[in-house]
Structure formats: structure tokens, C-alpha cells
């Protein structure tokens, strides 16, 4: 591990709030970098390390300290340490005080360090400093210091053993603070881009040695020869002096927060004329004061951080003149890595009109996907296998991801993939174009945790929104008598996840959906105008909680509460007893999740009781496991309600087969690599379990209609498997080829769908899908967990992201005349 470092003058105006300070007015920039206070066995390796510019810095008039809780009767506010840092300075960029016992380098300073280790802590670097050691600076023990005995503050953090101490002689004075690490305090920390604990035991430990009696030249290299032309630099570790003009900078910004902590230098045009190299570098530098057009200097060393080329542990910046921008170098989709690889670090500018394609993280991250053109899932189009994987994979190389340089998460100033604000009346959906897009080519593992590298564009610019893809108010006509809609409802839950696994039948499942009340009250408001804008008859609902059954002494809610909540909350809406549930069926297994039917008895009568399917294709569990493979199919006969003409039964089973977000490798069903992913042999299982059950219910009515969500793309084998058995797909027939209701890695599909007997296919006068859901980004749903303030206040009342699936609805006619 090397660590990343930061400027720590937005670090010293957080803290603020706690400990007067003023920011140090010094051109030094200096700043903690890691520490370690604990380990196991004897204390041999405490030290604190420092980082900062330029690379001799001077600390004259530092001093590094710690403040605890004293001894004794002291309380809180009670300095512990006091390294006076004078005569000191910078080594090549650190400087690593420690004491005599050692072992992992050579310090700058041996001293006595007293490190505690079993309270809560703040470390500091302060400017000016005229205290002594044993000085109680939180004289009234409130957790604000009374006693301020320095200049300025240059850089703190807080070690915390408890958030909330319940003993006034337990403050600590951040933020920014760190910890618990589990209910410790954090042993070893460091900054990489933010504070992290590092191991307890060691092994993660990276404190620079006292090297500065070697004097090492830099070697002077072009940016395209410290590039290569492959995916890593052939000078990574060497010490290099670099030029080129400054493309763009990202340190911290007033408005966004902290950035990538540094900027972009790429050679002067026309660069070396290679397409294989790259003319430009990242270098992280984040005390820098650069701009746009600087020409500049740079002394450091060649590194790969997440598989991006940078030069790090930079020793000198100089500006010495200025220039044009190069001009962007157009790039073009479909590109290769390698392709990518050419240009890391370079201005290009995206010239070719691009979709908004994915946003799974842009809530997070701000980061967008964006496509030549809107693409559908391999498996939609194509059968399983070479086909359908070779449009995957074209799919990939035709998406570019746009990012806002912010290494932070969840930020109160959320950026709009053109660059403006993201607000409630500045948003985007699913296939909106962005058009001109400018900015450097970045590369680094995924922010959204992926394992793998992943190349994003930084912009520099604003970009253009087209609004392609308006919201639909409401859904398609799809004629008939009758209207039966399938909706998943994405987790509703009446037990509120607080942290223990307490739902499901067997009360030791986790539970899925709002964490809150208030979550609850939002989730609830969207599902409720969700389903009441189908205007649909009958709605086969999956997702919703599969709550305890028998009488839980611990569970004060009756039997069905959650279907029962949603039932009342629409008639609430209604104004009066429009809706109804059709009543507890025969068999529920143990999934925490289940289907459910709820209905107008307006518009239609239940023909017998519901029937669910009982069979081991959803019931059996993989080994380990204490959830079943699926969610039994729940099936239920209707009458249309008229006063004459056809009153002939039809049957609707609603289905929620196994996802492929897991593996089944240990019941001998692995993903083969052929497009189906996981599982796709069970849920084979489950459409032939689907088909002995249908058989039976049609021997009681005229036709059977099957929805809900199959969790298999149009032409994956679950779903062949039902239309070689005589099913008719009524979405692919009646809504076309570019029918979705999912999105996923950027690719659309429909995995909610409507199937129709033989015998029920004369009676289905139109299918639609309502786009309410899958095109919407996340960040304005019910949900406030990881949200800033700024993001819960997206929610709003409407039906819009009620779900991440959008619903299917199908239109009936028996020949009965209007109602």
C-alpha cells in the first residue's frame, strides 16, 4: 500500500466547530498521513507520519499532539503527548517520527511517543504551540476545548473507541474522526483519498524510511515513453522529472468537495504522434496550485494506483509558462481497452450522440453509463450462447462511463451528467442523450466495488441533456374488460429493518425492505400511487414480505400484515372498499419474500380459494442455505363481474422465479458463461414445475394467464421451455422487440412478463409495460440509507421509482358487455 495524501485545509475549517482554528498561512502544506498507536503484544511500533510540499519542507514551530482523557480525575481535553517538531523537516516529501523500538524503517525522529490506546483520541498537528503536556484544554469536560494554546490547527483526526461516550471524560475534538474499529479503537490508520483503519496486526503498515542522505537525480522522461504502450508503465518506481501543459485539475473544488487530489499534464501538440501512447499522466500532487494552461514541472515517481499511470510522491511543481490546450483527441465508440489504454490521461472529447445508459451509481457517485444507442440484455435478442455472449460483449465496448472526479460518496452537491446541479426539476431518465462530451480519460478500479479496472471520462465541461425519453403519466391502453397487472414492489416490508434477522416464517430471516419509519411511509406513499395509476382489476404483487404465521409472542402484528397494510393504505387512497386480498392460500415455504393477488370485487368475483404450487423446484435449499430456491407460485380463479354475457373463469398464477444474483454451483447448476448467468438450470426446473400446475388449474378454468417476474430475458430457456409448451410471450407479441421492464449493467430486458395459454389468448386485447421504474435513477426513491440530506430530499410523492422493476399489464375481454 502507498497511500494517498491530502490538502488538509478543508480538514481544519470541518473541525471548526470544535476546536478554534485558523488554516496556516505558511507555504508549507503539511498534513498526517498515518499512524499506528496499537498492536498486538508489546507497543514496539508506534509512530505517526507526515506528508506535504515542497519536498524539504521545514516543521519549525510544529508540534505534534495527542489529547485524551488524563489521569486520575482529569477528564476529557487532557494533552498526552508532545512532539515539538522544531529543527525538523520534510524528507523527500515525510517525515516518520518513532520510537527507539522500531522496526518497520528508519524514523526522522526518535522520541517517546505516549500512544493510548484504549480511549478516545485526537492526534493533532498544530502551528504556534505554547502549552505543556498535562494541559486540560476542556476545562468543563462539555467536549468543546476552552483552552486553545497554539496559533493555527494544521491537521487533525480523531480516533474513536465510542461514538456516543456515556462519560463526560470520553470526548473526542473532531471531525474529521475514525473508528470504532469494532468496539476499538482504530489501532492503525492512514489516508488513501480518505481516513481508513488499517490492520491491527500489521501487514498494511507503509511509513517512509529517512532516506534523504541518498541524493537521487530525476531522469528526465517524456509522458508517452513513461506511458508505453501497454496497460502499465515500463518506468514504474522510477524517480522522473516530467513537462507538458496542465488539461485540467481536480484538487477540491468549493462547491463539490474534495476531488482526485491532483491534476492532468499531457505534452504540448502535437505530442509524440504515436496512437499507441499516451500524451498524457495523472499526477497526484494535491498541495499544488496549478491551472488550466500551466506549463509545468513535475519531479516524482512513477506508479500504477488502480491500474492508472501517475506520477506520485511528487517533490516539485514548477510552473514555468504557459499554453494552448491541446486540442481533444476524438474518441469513438466501440473502443477496446486497449484502445481506452492509448488515450489514459489524455483530453478527448466524445463527439458521437450517447444514451444514458446505466446510473445504478450515480447516487453514490455520480457516475453515469452512456451507449451509442440504447442496448438490450444478449439473452433478449439472441438465443443462449456464442450469440447472445458476443452482444454482451459488443454492448461493453460501446459504453464509455462519465464520472465528477469526487472521491467522495454520497455528496450533498450532486452533479447532473452535463454538469449542472442534479435537482427534483433538473433530473434524467433512461435513454436522454448527452451530447458533447469533454474531459480526460481516467482510469481506476470501480467505484461501484467492482474487481475489475474500469475506464471513465472526467469531464471538463458542461455537456448537453436532450430529454429523449419523457415520463409516461400514464400507461399505454391495452382495451378489454379486464386489466391484470404484475408488480414486483422491490421489498415491502412491515417489520422494519433494524438489524437483527427476525423475518420470515421461521422469524430468523433478514428483512428486506425499509429501515425506518419514515423509509416505510415513503415506500408505502410510491407503491400505493404505483399500483392505483394501472388502473388495473386484479394486480399479482411479488416481493412483498413473507411475514410469520404462526403466533409469534414477539410479533404483535396479525397474520398478513403486510399484504393487509398495502390493501387498506389503497382503499385509504381510494376513498372506500375498492380493493380486496384473496385470502390466505394453502402453501408458503420459508423464502422471506412472497407472491401475492389483490383485486377489485367490483370488477371481479374469486372463483374458490388461492392455490399455491408445492414442489421442490421452489421449496428445496442448496446446501448452507435456510432460504428456499424461489417463491411458490400463487394461483387464483376469477369471474368477471356482469350482469349477462360470458361469465366464463379464467385463472392468474403469479411468479417469482429463482434471481441470478447468486450462485448454484453447489446443487450442480453454475453459471456456464452462455448469457443465462446463475441458476438458470433451476429456474428450467421451476418453468416445468409452472407447467404441471397450470395443467391442473386449466382443468377449472377457461384460461390461465401467468405473470410476474420469471427473472429470465426473453430468449433464455426458462421461457422457451413455456412457449414450446404452447404458452404465447403476450410482451413479445404484442409490445414488440424493444419491449424492458430492467435495467442492468446498461443492457434492458424484460424479466417481468405476461404468458397465455391457448385457451386464454383469445380473450388478451393488448399488453403494455409502465416505465415508471427502470428508467428512473435511485437516488429519488423511498430509500435514505447512504444519502446526504440533499439526496433524501429528492423523494417526492409520486409513483416514479416505486420499484426497480416496471409493471406489466395485460388487457382481457370474455364478450361480456361493459360493466
Not at 528508519?106 to 502551528?127: A, K
Not at 360470458?646 to 454451483?665: A, I, R
Request: with cysteine; charged share 20%; proline share 7%.
Amino acid at each position: 500500500m502507498k497511500h494517498r495524501h491530502t490538502t488538509v485545509l478543508a480538514i481544519v475549517a470541518l473541525a471548526a466547530t470544535l476546536i478554534p482554528a485558523t488554516v496556516a498561512t505558511a507555504d508549507n502544506h503539511i498534513s498526517i498521513s498515518e499512524i499506528r498507536i496499537d498492536q498486538p503484544g508489546a507497543d514496539v511500533d508506534e509512530y505517526f507520519e507526515l506528508t506535504g510540499s515542497p519536498a524539504d519542507a521545514s516543521l519549525d514551530g510544529l508540534t505534534y499532539l495527542v489529547i485524551g482523557d488524563g489521569a486520575s480525575a482529569l477528564g476529557s481535553g487532557v494533552i498526552e503527548n508532545v512532539t515539538d517538531l522544531s529543527g525538523q523537516s520534510l524528507c523527500n516529501g515525510f517525515f516518520l517520527a518513532a520510537e527507539s523500538s522500531f522496526t518497520l524503517g528508519t524514523p526522522s525522529l526518535t522520541t517517546n511517543l505516549n500512544f493510548e490506546n484504549d480511549d478516545n483520541l485526537t492526534h493533532l498537528l498544530v502551528d504556534g504551540f505554547t502549552g505543556s503536556n498535562g494541559d486540560d484544554l476542556d476545562t468543563d469536560d462539555d467536549g468543546t476545548l476552552d483552552v486553545t494554546p497554539w496559533d493555527s490547527v494544521v491537521d487533525l483526526i480523531a480516533l474513536v473507541k465510542e461514538p456516543n461516550p456515556p462519560s463526560t471524560t470520553e470526548y473526542h475534538y473532531g471531525p474529521p474522526s475514525i473508528g470504532p474499529d469494532g468496539t476499538f479503537v482504530p489501532g492503525h490508520v492512514f489516508f488513501d483519498g480518505e481516513w481508513q483503519i488499517g490492520n491491527f496486526f500489521g501487514g498494511d503498515d507503509s511509513p517512509v524510511s529517512d532516506d534523504c542522505g541518498d541524493v537521487v537525480e530525476p531522469t528526465p522522461l517524456d509522458i508517452p515513453t513513461i506511458q508505453g504502450d501497454g496497460f502499465s508503465s515500463p518506468h514504474e518506481g522510477e524517480f522522473v522529472i516530467i513537462d507538458g501543459v496542465v488539461t485540467a485539475v481536480f484538487q477540491t473544488d468549493p462547491v463539490k468537495g474534495q476531488q482526485l487530489g491532483g491534476f492532468f499534464v499531457q505534452e504540448e501538440s502535437p505530442g509524440d504522434g504515436d496512437d499507441t501512447t499516451s500524451d498524457g499522466i495523472f499526477v497526484f500532487a494535491p498541495f499544488a496550485e496549478v491551472a488550466e494552461g500551466d506549463v509545468v514541472e513535475v519531479v516524482g515517481t512513477v506508479a500504477e494506483f488502480d491500474q492508472l499511470t501517475e506520477i506520485t510522491d511528487v517533490q516539485n511543481v514548477e510552473v514555468v509558462g504557459t499554453a494552448s490546450l491541446p486540442a481533444p483527441t476524438e474518441f469513438t465508440l466501440p473502443a477496446t481497452d486497449a484502445e481506452r489504454e492509448a488515450v489514459e490521461g489524455m483530453l478527448v472529447s466524445l463527439t458521437q450522440n450517447l444514451h444514458i445508459v446505466e446510473f445504478f451509481d450515480f447516487d453514490r457517485t455520480n457516475e453515469v453509463v452512456l451507449a451509442t444507442t440504447r442496448q438490450f440484455q444478449g439473452t433478449h435478442s439472441a438465443p443462449p450462447g456464442s450469440q447472445a455472449v458476443a452482444i454482451a460483449e459488443q454492448n461493453a465496448l460501446n459504453q464509455v462511463r462519465i464520472d465528477d472526479a469526487r472521491i467522495s460518496q454520497n455528496p450533498d452537491w450532486n452533479q447532473h451528467p452535463d454538469g449542472s446541479e442534479f435537482k427534483k426539476d433538473n433530473s434524467f431518465r433512461g435513454g436522454d442523450l448527452l451530447l458533447g462530451v469533454t474531459g480526460v480519460m481516467d482510469e481506476g478500479v470501480s467505484h461501484s466495488f467492482d474487481d475489475f479496472p474500469d475506464y471513465r471520462v472526467q469531464p471538463t465541461e458542461p455537456a448537453s441533456h436532450v430529454e429523449t425519453n419523457p415520463r409516461p403519466s400514464a400507461p399505454d391502453e391495452v382495451g378489454g374488460d379486464i386489466k391484470v397487472a404484475s408488480f414486483n414492489v422491490l421489498n415491502f416490508f412491515t417489520h422494519i429493518d433494524s438489524g437483527p434477522d427476525i423475518c420470515g416464517p421461521t422469524a430468523n430471516l433478514d428483512c428486506r425492505g425499509a429501515d425506518s419509519e419514515e423509509e416505510f411511509d415513503r415506500q408505502l406513499t410510491k407503491l400505493v400511487l404505483g399500483i392505483l395509476a394501472l388502473d388495473a382489476d386484479i394486480v399479482g404483487i411479488q416481493e412483498i414480505e413473507n411475514d410469520i404465521l404462526d403466533d409469534e409472542p414477539l410479533d404483535p402484528d396479525p397474520e398478513h400484515h403486510p399484504v393487509l397494510t398495502l390493501v387498506e393504505a389503497l382503499n385509504l387512497a381510494e376513498g372506500s372498499e375498492v380493493w380486496a386480498w384473496v385470502g390466505e392460500t394453502n402453501h408458503y415455504n420459508d423464502y422471506p419474500v412472497r407472491n401475492e393477488i389483490i383485486y377489485k370485487p367490483a370488477s371481479v368475483t374469486p372463483v374458490g380459494e388461492p392455490v399455491a404450487l408445492a414442489d421442490e423446484a421452489f421449496d428445496d435449499t442448496r446446501p448452507g442455505d435456510i432460504e428456499p430456491l424461489g417463491r411458490p407460485p400463487l394461483a387464483q380463479t376469477f369471474r368477471q363481474n356482469v350482469t349477462k354475457g360470458s361469465k366464463q373463469p379464467f385463472t392468474v398464477v403469479v411468479n417469482h422465479f429463482k434471481s441470478k444474483g447468486s450462485s448454484c454451483t453447489s446443487i450442480g447448476d453454475p453459471d456456464v458463461g452462455d448469457g443465462q448467468s446463475n441458476c438458470n438450470l433451476t429456474r428450467v426446473a421451476q418453468s416445468e414445475a409452472l407447467l404441471d400446475f397450470v395443467a391442473e388449474l386449466s382443468e377449472d378454468a377457461s384460461g390461465v394467464l401467468v405473470i410476474g417476474d420469471l427473472n429470465s430475458y426473453a430468449m433464455e430457456d426458462p421461457i422457451t421451455t413455456l412457449e414450446d409448451a404452447g404458452f404465447t410471450d403476450l410482451v413479445e407479441e404484442l409490445v414488440g422487440p424493444d419491449a424492458y421492464s430492467f435495467v442492468f449493467d446498461g443492457q434492458l430486458g424484460y424479466l417481468d412478463t405476461a404468458l397465455a395459454t391457448r385457451s386464454m389468448l383469445n380473450s388478451v386485447t393488448g399488453t403494455t409495460i409502465f416505465h415508471i421504474n427502470a428508467d428512473e435513477p435511485d437516488i429519488i426513491d423511498y430509500d435514505t440509507s447512504f444519502k446526504s440530506d440533499t439526496q433524501i430530499g429528492f423523494y417526492e410523492p409520486t409513483f416514479y421509482r416505486a420499484s426497480d422493476h416496471d409493471p406489466v399489464i395485460v388487457g382481457l375481454a370474455f364478450g361480456g358487455p361493459e360493466r
